[in-house]
């Protein structure tokens, strides 16, 4: 029976919480915590068509909302880098620096995909709730409604597949292991 041996901590691997703030140093593109709900909150209001008084109360409340989902976001990163290890490591056994690569990649992905669809969320929250104040309360509509716009960089984070990284399979490996 063969044993596992746990794998070595190897030096300069970045932690979920330095993944995540990596992610949302994307996300802010340079901007602050408090630009970045200001964006969104005034996507919403030009997509509803509210007037820009919204915007005295509207970004205190986007910013709240995404503070309180970005909370314990490190925590649901293991999943990605835990299936990238693993995945790396059934194909390179020994390749521990390649398969903690692998897997602070996938977290990267991971974090970069969950940032974009929180943005997303938090802009559809914020676009309902003018909606419903348009529809009951005295909340003129300055314009038409139009279609809400998220920044390239949201929408390439939620556009699916990306690309495969390491060596691709050869068929001289798989002759080796068959003949193992």
Same mark, same amino acid.
Not at 140 to 149: G, L
């Given at each position: ?44 209001? =030009? ?37 990238? =290890? ?54 003129? =509509? ?29 068929? =001289? ?8």
């Amino acid at each position: 029976m063969e044993e596992a041996y746990p794998l070595p901590v190897l030096a300069g691997v970045p932690t979920a919480e330095e993944v995540v703030e990596r992610a949302l140093v994307r996300l802010l593109r340079g901007g602050t915590w408090e630009a970045l709900a200001n964006e969104i909150a005034w996507e919403a209001v =030009r997509s509803t068509g509210a007037e820009p008084t919204c915007l005295e109360w509207l970004p205190g409340l986007v910013g709240t909302n995404l503070s309180e989902r970005i909370d314990g976001l490190e925590f649901q990163l293991d999943g990605a880098r835990a299936a990238a =290890r693993t995945e790396h490591l059934r194909e390179w056994p020994h390749d521990v620096a390649g398969a903690e690569t692998a897997a602070t990649l996938a977290a990267h992905e991971d974090a970069e995909r969950r940032l974009g669809r929180l943005y997303l969320d938090v802009l559809e929250l914020a676009i309902s709730i003018l909606s419903v104040r348009l529809d009951d309360t005295s909340l003129r =509509r300055e314009r038409e409604p139009s279609d809400p716009e998220v920044p390239l960089l949201v929408a390439d984070s939620l556009a699916g597949a990306r690309p495969s990284y390491g060596w691709p399979k050869r068929e =001289r490996d798989d002759q080796r292991r068959r003949a193992a």
